[in-house]
C-alpha cells in the first residue's frame, strides 16, 4: 500500500518525529500515501478515525448521512456540544470539521450517499475500507466490491453493542515482515471474506470459541430476517430471538448453551455504546491498519472480540476449512 518512491517532506518528518523512531521512515511514508475510508461513525469508528488521523495517513473520506441527534452524540466525542453547532448538518460532516482540527496535514473529506450504492470502482481509490453498524448484508456486498478490484483494499468492519466489541478483517492475500532472531522474515497469509468467514460451519469450530461471536451472528441474523437496523432491537424480541438461537444451533450442530440468555440480553438491551469499550476497540482497530498499510508486525487474522465483562481480548481464526 501506498506510492513507492515518494519520500516525507521536511514539515512530515518534523511532525511525525516520535512515530517514525517507533515504526521507521518507510511506515510513515507508506501511512502518509494511504487513503482511508470510513462509513458508519459511532463512537469506535470516531475513536478510530481520531488515532489514524494523528498518525497522519494521507487522506480520510467520511461516510455517514444520519442528521445528529442526541441519542448519537452519547459516544461520538468528535461533535460539538452546543445543539446550535450542529442542527440540520450530518454527522459526517461534524466529525470532518473536527477531524481536521486534529491534524491540518491530513485531507479529511465527506462522501455523501448511501454506502450500499456505492459499486466497486468507487473503493478504487481507498487503500484501507472500514464499516460500521451496517446490515450483514451491506458488509457482504461492500467486503465483495473491495475483492473485485485489480489492487488489494483492505477491508474491516466494527462493531460495538452494549460493553461488547467485534473486528473482522479481511487483507485477502497479505506479505509481511517481522523479526525472528535477529533476522527479518517475510511472512505470508491468506484472509476469507467476512460472507465465506461466517459460512464456516460451526461444528467444525474449536469447542472454546468466542461465545461472542455465535451470539453476534445470532443478532445479526435477526436484523436481517426483521429488516432491523444495526442495534434496533430490544430486550422486548428476546424470545423471537432465542427461537432463532435454537433454529440456528440445531441446524448448526451446536449446544445452545454456547449462546447464553445473558449474553444475548446485554447485547440487544441497550442500543447505546461504552465509551471505554469503543476506545479500547477502536485504538485496536487503528493499530491494525497501521499494520496493514506498512506491512509490518503481524496483523489480526481474522475476528477481534472484547468483553468489558471480563476485560478479555480474544483473537479467533475462522477461516474456511478447505481453504
Known amino acids: 500500500m501506498g506510492t513507492e518512491g515518494e519520500q516525507l517532506t521536511e514539515q512530515e518528518t518534523a511532525i511525525y518525529d516520535?512515530?517514525?523512531?517507533?515504526?521507521?521512515?518507510?511506515?510513515?511514508?507508506?501511512?502518509?500515501?494511504?487513503?482511508?475510508?470510513?462509513?458508519?461513525?459511532?463512537?469506535t469508528?470516531?475513536?478510530?478515525?481520531?488515532?489514524?488521523?494523528?498518525?497522519?495517513?494521507?487522506?480520510?473520506?467520511?461516510n455517514d448521512d444520519r442528521l445528529v441527534t442526541e441519542d448519537l452524540l452519547f459516544a461520538n466525542f468528535l461533535t460539538p456540544p452546543d445543539e446550535n453547532?450542529?442542527?440540520?448538518?450530518?454527522?459526517?460532516?461534524?466529525?470532518?470539521?473536527?477531524?481536521?482540527?486534529?491534524?491540518?496535514?491530513?485531507s479529511v473529506s465527506v462522501e455523501k450517499g448511501a454506502l450500499s450504492i456505492f459499486d466497486a470502482d468507487f473503493f478504487q481509490k481507498f487503500d484501507v475500507v472500514v464499516?460500521?453498524?451496517?446490515?450483514?448484508?451491506t458488509k457482504k456486498s461492500v467486503n465483495a466490491k473491495c475483492r473485485k478490484l485489480p489492487k488489494r483494499v483492505a477491508f474491516y468492519s466494527v462493531e460495538c453493542r452494549d460493553s461488547c466489541g467485534e473486528i473482522f478483517v479481511d487483507l485477502q492475500?497479505?506479505?509481511?515482515?517481522?523479526?525472528k532472531n535477529e533476522e527479518t522474515i517475510e511472512c505470508k497469509l491468506h484472509y476469507p471474506s467476512f460472507e465465506e468467514a461466517i459460512a464456516v460451519p460451526w461444528r467444525s469450530l474449536p469447542k472454546r470459541m468466542s461465545k461472542l461471536y455465535y451470539a453476534m451472528r445470532v443478532i445479526?441474523?435477526?436484523?436481517?430476517?426483521?429488516?432491523?437496523?444495526?442495534?434496533?432491537?430490544?430486550?422486548?424480541?428476546?424470545?423471537?430471538?432465542?427461537?432463532?438461537?435454537?433454529?440456528?444451533?440445531?441446524?448448526?450442530?451446536?449446544?445452545?448453551?454456547?449462546?447464553?440468555?445473558?449474553?444475548?440480553?446485554?447485547?440487544?438491551?441497550?442500543?447505546?455504546?461504552?465509551?471505554?469499550?469503543?476506545?479500547?476497540?477502536?485504538g485496536i482497530l487503528g493499530q491494525e491498519v497501521i499494520k496493514a498499510i506498512s506491512g509490518k508486525g503481524?496483523?489480526?487474522?481474522?475476528?477481534?472480540?472484547?468483553?468489558?465483562?471480563?476485560?478479555?481480548?480474544?483473537?479467533?481464526?475462522?477461516s474456511n476449512v478447505n481453504s
Open 18 to 43: 516520535r512515530q517514525i523512531r517507533v515504526w521507521g521512515v518507510d511506515a510513515q511514508r507508506r501511512l502518509s500515501k494511504s487513503n482511508v475510508f470510513v462509513s458508519g461513525l459511532k463512537g
Open 45 to 62: 469508528s470516531v475513536e478510530f478515525c481520531k488515532n489514524i488521523v494523528l498518525a497522519g495517513v494521507g487522506s480520510l473520506t467520511l
Open 85 to 106: 453547532d450542529f442542527r440540520g448538518k450530518s454527522v459526517a460532516e461534524l466529525c470532518c470539521d473536527s477531524l481536521k482540527d486534529f491534524n491540518p496535514m491530513v
Open 131 to 137: 464499516v460500521n453498524c451496517c446490515s450483514l448484508l
Open 173 to 179: 492475500n497479505f506479505s509481511y515482515c517481522k523479526k
Open 220 to 282: 445479526e441474523r435477526f436484523e436481517e430476517l426483521e429488516g432491523r437496523n444495526p442495534g434496533e432491537t430490544s430486550v422486548d424480541d428476546l424470545p423471537n430471538v432465542q427461537k432463532l438461537r435454537k433454529e440456528l444451533c440445531e441446524a448448526y450442530c451446536l449446544n445452545e448453551s454456547h449462546i447464553p440468555d445473558s449474553l444475548l440480553r446485554r447485547l440487544m438491551a441497550s442500543t447505546s455504546e461504552f465509551p471505554p469499550v469503543c476506545a479500547i476497540v477502536g
Open 298 to 318: 503481524d496483523p489480526l487474522k481474522n475476528f477481534f472480540f472484547f468483553d468489558a465483562m471480563d476485560g478479555k481480548g480474544i483473537i479467533e481464526d475462522i
